[in-house]
């Protein structure tokens, strides 16, 4: 009976210690600072740039200096409650939402190309509209891209990712078919954006480096095709390789983004000093946003942004690298990647390294829907951020639980070794 008692007494202390609130407990933890600073400090200057770029433009067309700037505060406000929200749900509950998500935004895309419902500027049908608000479908697309990537290949093992048949040929066809409604609409650089995370994704997540080089040459040279069949498009390479003799048509608002550059110098003229609100380059507010930044700040400012950038990459690739699953791991890179690829493909077309391609600066540049899936993509990161935080939380807990039971191991050895000598001695 004493030795039972013994038993049940040794027992009942292991489970209180290992099933004790405070130890199965795991509190949530902390979110990535650096990483929300840096995309606070990038909307924040979005908005001063915004209203330095349009406030000319704005009084002179809608009588009212602050339109742009008012109508691009909605946007963050709704971003920033959106931020909110992702960034309390579980980033695993997403893996839910992969295919509607996915389905949701081709049936969008698809809506754009319907004449009378899609609405087009110039040559391009990009936008719905919404009880007076436009939407571009496509930045929900690409959410939904990298969310499915990274469902796909995170149910994958190495052999199945290096094989042809189950990893490259599905994920190309789904991508593909996002990518085929872009180049209708036509939007070369979302679909630019849509194939460079594909192969980004498929190298992570191990695929041969062979398909992916056959992918990437038959890529450029699709591309090239595309490009030559659309006098819009070939003209933009055209005023690429020499803008100045466009000067006097396409390639005005290239060149008079060098020549703005150009003055700002190192220093820049100053915030709210630059002349090219005027009018001289169309629509600074949106593509070209960087060019202000460049004209009115000097060198300095545009660099500050770039090293912005660079921060955010590093913080989500470093969300990425200690992510608790796979799943986590890859949702991680493909938003970062996405985020700021974008970013260095806009500041390329700014400096003349790129053709320009029409997509916006993040978090930077006024576009509403931008801003809104920008910022709750953000959310997601900074959950998953809080993940890796319970990552470790759990790593401790583990390696308490190990101490508790190696203790009540060694506590059992010396009560059964008391138990023996007491026997012992009664004999």
Not at 388 to 417: C, Y
Request: hydrophobic share 50%; glycine share 10%.
């Amino acid at each position: 009976m004493a030795s039972e008692s013994i038993d049940i007494g040794i027992k009942s202390a292991y489970r209180a210690e290992l099933g004790s609130p405070d130890v199965a407990k795991v509190p949530r933890g902390p979110i990535d600072v650096p990483l929300l600073a840096v995309v606070l400090a990038l909307t924040g200057f979005g908005l001063v740039m915004i209203y330095s770029a349009s406030s000319v433009v704005a009084g002179s067309r809608f009588d009212n200096p602050n339109y742009f700037l008012h109508r691009q505060l909605t946007g963050v406000a709704a971003g920033v409650v959106g931020m909110c929200i992702t960034m309390r749900i579980d980033y695993r509950w997403y893996r839910r939402l992969v295919y509607p998500l996915l389905i949701v935004s081709m049936l969008l895309m698809a809506l754009v190309l319907v004449p009378g419902i899609g609405v087009k500027v110039g040559v391009a049908r990009r936008w719905l509209q919404f009880a007076g608000m436009r939407f571009q479908p496509v930045e929900l697309a690409k959410i939904a891209v990298c969310a499915y990537l990274a469902y796909s290949i995170s149910k994958k093992d190495t052999t199945g990712m290096r094989s042809f048949t189950l990893a490259f040929i599905p994920h190309l066809a789904v991508v593909g078919a996002v990518v085929a409604m872009l180049v209708l609409q036509p939007d070369y650089g979302s679909a630019a954006i849509m194939m460079a995370i594909l192969g980004v994704m498929l190298f992570v997540g191990g695929t041969r480096v062979g398909y992916l080089g056959a992918f990437l040459f038959s890529g450029i040279f699709l591309a090239w095709e595309a490009v030559k069949s659309s006098p819009y498009h070939m003209e933009r390479v055209t005023v690429f390789l020499n803008p100045e003799s466009h000067r006097a048509d396409a390639g005005w608002q290239l060149t008079e983004s060098f020549i703005a550059l150009g003055s700002g110098g190192l220093n820049g003229l100053g915030l709210g000093r630059g002349h090219l609100k005027l009018g001289f380059v169309p629509e600074l507010w949106n593509d070209f946003i960087a060019t202000i930044i460049g004209h009115e700040l000097g060198l300095w400012g545009l660099c500050s942004v770039a090293v912005l950038f660079l921060v955010f990459f590093w913080r989500g690739t470093r969300i990425a690298f200690f992510a608790k699953d796979r799943f986590g791991a890859y949702l991680a890179f493909g938003i970062t990647t996405l985020i700021a690829l974008q970013a260095g493909i806009n500041l390329g077309v700014v400096t003349g390294l790129l053709p320009t391609k029409g997509l916006t600066l993040p978090f930077i540049s006024y576009g509403r829907s931008s801003i809104v899936l920008c910022l709750c993509a953000v959310g997601i990161l900074l959950n998953i951020s809080q993940r890796n935080e319970d990552f470790w939380e759990e790593t401790q807990e583990l390696k308490e639980k190990e101490r508790v039971r190696r203790e009540l191991d060694m506590r059992r050895q010396r009560l059964a070794a008391n138990r023996e000598a007491l026997k012992g001695k009664r004999l």
